[in-house]
């Protein structure tokens, strides 16, 4: 008995961490703060079209580390974005295309898993992406935490938060409520431009940490806008990491 | 004596004569594989910094990292970015290590890129000791104008899909040394690496391929 309850205790364990981990209720606010919370819960997504170079690190289940570039032009109007992962050295690894459909357009092994380009995507649409306009709940959460909740059309819930220290974190759960994916960020200075992000998720567990080094919105009618996010190859002046237009974090 | 050949005058007028004398000498050194090798048989060691420009559609500008490149003959490799991401790749006797810099010191990187890089590595050494042709994937090609270039083109389509040239300038004034290279994916994914501040042929500490510090 001694020794089934020893073979149990890994997955027993792993039941209540993701019994933890389900949606618990939220407490009701004043009516009259609803409009500052919903806007805390758009401030992790893109207002518009951008361009976002990240560095971008990853951990596997081993604990190994890999470094790589991550280069992403995403509209969250549309929905639809590109994005590319190179080595420092340059070399592209991973480019694909969401829009309606998924499209690789070039995948170096082991980067050319079906699974790995969905899992990307799923990844970039959850850190980046507005989950929806109306939350089906909203409220005051665990440690005084605001919290906004979506509901997605295939079933699964995506919940924003806002911690009292500013962290930022979005949760994606599944149709029974266990827990896919999290997001943790600091406090984004402009919408979805966070300095720092961290998305953990998937089976076998894997952990992908952000850096923004530059970010440029994007003209929506006219294609990229014409405002560098640096001088060629400089330092970064005071002038420009001030600008509207982006900013490269050295 | 006065006049064009006085003590004075003399000098810039031998250092003219001996420079044109000279000229297609240094420029020869690029014009066939056999002064290739032989040119780049005399490097022993090349320290540069680089300019590295990634093209792509995605990017309205290139992104720009830089460094420094160590290079001992016949086959260690420093290659170090300062920024934007501060990383050490070294190759030493055929093993790749990359190491990243994070608030708390270095740590080694374990990414499934470095099998990649490991080829790449293995073919700048190939090129710094003037082997352009040693890898029968790619047909190489020399041409001279308007300057001195290698040009690498992938012999099987696959490869082609990966990469679909590389492009080698030669410095003119400097036998033995690369200025730049061209890694073109495709006519408008590419990375330019340029090089400046070289100088070869000096004393590297071996630990500089050895470790990070």
């Not at chain 1, 009701?28 to 758009?42: I, N």
């Not at chain 1, 440690?143 to 295939?154: K, N, S, T």
């Not at chain 2, 002064?35 to 995605?58: N, W, Y």
Request: aromatic content about 8%; proline content about 7%; some cysteine.
């Amino acid at each position: 008995m001694n020794a089934m309850l020893r073979h149990l205790a890994p997955l027993l364990l792993l039941l209540a961490v993701g019994a933890c981990t389900g949606l618990k209720p939220l407490t009701p606010l004043d009516p009259a703060r609803k409009t500052a919370v919903l806007e805390g819960c758009r401030r992790p997504f893109l207002p518009g079209s951008y361009r976002l170079v990240h560095a971008l690190e990853t951990v596997m289940p081993d604990g190994a580390k890999g470094t790589a570039i991550g280069i992403l032009v995403a509209d969250s109007r549309t929905r639809g974005f590109r994005t590319a992962l190179m080595t420092i050295e340059g070399w592209v690894l991973f480019d694909a295309e969401a829009g309606e459909t998924l499209t690789v357009h070039r995948a170096v092994p082991p980067f050319d898993a079906p699974a790995f380009a969905a899992a990307l995507a799923e990844d970039i649409r959850l850190a980046f992406f507005s989950p929806g306009g109306e939350p089906a709940a909203w409220g005051e959460g665990e440690e005084g935490a605001l919290v906004c909740r979506f509901e997605r059309a295939d079933g699964r819930l995506v919940e924003v938060t806002t911690l009292r220290d500013g962290d930022m974190g979005i949760r994606l759960y599944g149709a029974g409520q266990e827990l896919l994916k999290r997001v943790k960020m600091a406090p984004p200075q402009r919408s979805g431009l966070a300095e720092t992000l961290e998305i953990r998720g998937g089976w076998p567990p894997y952990t992908l940490r952000l850096r923004l080094l530059e970010s440029e919105a994007l003209d929506n009618d006219s294609g990229p806008a014409p405002a560098a996010t640096l001088p060629r190859g400089g330092e970064p002046s005071g002038h420009e990491s001030g600008s509207e237009k982006g900013k490269r974090i050295p | 004596m006065t006049g064009i050949f006085s003590g004075r005058a003399r000098r810039p007028v031998v250092a003219l004569f001996a420079l044109l004398f000279l000229l297609p000498l240094v420029i020869a050194w690029a014009d066939s594989w056999e002064g290739l090798r032989d040119a780049f048989r005399r490097i022993t060691s090349v320290e540069a910094r680089f300019v590295q420009k990634k093209t792509l559609p995605m990017l309205s500008k290139p992104f720009v990292s830089e460094g420094r490149f160590f290079y001992q003959a016949p086959a260690q490799l420093r290659w170090e970015y300062d920024r934007p991401v501060r990383s050490i790749l070294i190759m030493n006797n055929g093993a790749v290590k990359r190491y990243l810099r994070e608030p708390g010191g270095w740590r080694e990187d374990a990414g499934a890129s470095l099998t990649a890089m490991r080829v790449v590595l293995e073919e700048i050494a190939n090129w710094q000791q003037g082997r352009f042709d040693l890898n029968p994937h790619y047909q190489a090609s020399l041409s001279t104008d308007p300057e001195p270039r290698v040009t690498l083109i992938p012999r099987e389509a696959s490869w082609g899909k990966m990469i679909r040239r590389i492009e080698l300038t030669l410095s003119r004034e400097q036998a033995g040394v690369m200025k730049g290279v061209r890694l073109v994916e495709d006519e408008r994914s590419f990375t330019d690496l340029s090089f400046s501040q070289i100088r070869t042929n000096r004393s590297l500490p071996a630990s500089l391929f050895v470790s990070v510090e």
